[in-house]
């Protein structure tokens, strides 16, 4: 079974400082792993989706790298911003099998 | 405008009561999802779609039931013989089973 594991679980930073949250998956044949934003008692934004071929992506200010052979994802945030203020959680996809394993996230407060 | 709605935003249900959930795309995507969240969990799938007229369980089905009736449509039904049924509830749809998911804006039902 696939265990996804997001450390550290809170994280706040003064306005400016770059971020980088971690995500380790227990099974390494994986078919992708997704990046996902929560606010507050709202649904889930899609941020970056890595394919298993891939070692990294990047959409504006927000950089996901991949690393299988040792189950690790990080997502870095560049020049922090109060609006990034939310939870970001990491699900991954095991190859042939149609669910995504999500970990509990890590909540993240920028200061102004 | 496109997109997943989830009604109602709230829902309080009285012990022994079965409630409905209700989850509409109108992105034609074939796939759709019902996960659960919890306090510091990540989250967990109950029940998945692939096309109309069939479903398959998730992790967490027991005392939970679904239809798909319609491809824009994919209710969830949670039963008296859920114990547990105070979460948040979030529905979602994919073009595919392998493709990035798009998640609506949530339930979170209350058992009083």
């Known amino acids: 079974k696939q265990e996804v594991t997001q450390i550290p679980a809170a994280l706040s930073v003064p306005e400016g400082e770059n971020l980088v949250l971690n995500c380790s998956f227990t099974?390494?044949?994986?078919?992708?792993l997704q990046w996902f934003r929560q606010d507050p008692g709202k649904g889930l934004t899609s941020l970056l989706l890595?394919?298993?071929?891939?070692r990294e992506q990047t959409s504006g200010r927000l950089n996901a790298s991949l690393d299988k052979s040792s189950g690790r994802s990080t997502l870095y945030i560049a020049a922090s911003q109060p609006g990034d203020s939310a939870t970001y959680l990491c699900?991954?996809?095991?190859?042939?099998?149609?669910?995504?394993?999500f970990g509990a996230g890590t909540t993240v407060t920028v200061r102004a | 405008d496109g997109g997943i709605t989830q009604s109602p935003k709230y829902l309080f249900r009285k012990e022994g009561q079965n409630v409905t959930l209700s989850c509409e795309q109108n992105l034609n995507h074939d796939a759709m999802y019902w996960y659960r969240q919890d306090p510091g969990q990540g989250l967990r799938l109950i029940y998945y779609s692939q096309i109309v007229n069939d479903f398959q369980k998730g992790d967490i089905a027991e005392g939970y039931s679904v239809s798909r009736e319609k491809k824009e449509s994919f209710p969830l039904t949670v039963t008296s013989a859920q114990k547990n049924p105070t979460a948040f509830y979030l529905c979602a749809s994919s073009i595919w089973d392998t493709d990035t998911q798009y998640f609506g804006p949530g339930t979170r039902l209350t058992v009083l």
């Open positions: 890595i394919q298993s071929s891939q």
């Open positions: 699900a991954v996809r095991v190859i042939d099998d149609y669910k995504l394993s």
């Open positions: 099974d390494s044949a994986i078919y992708n």
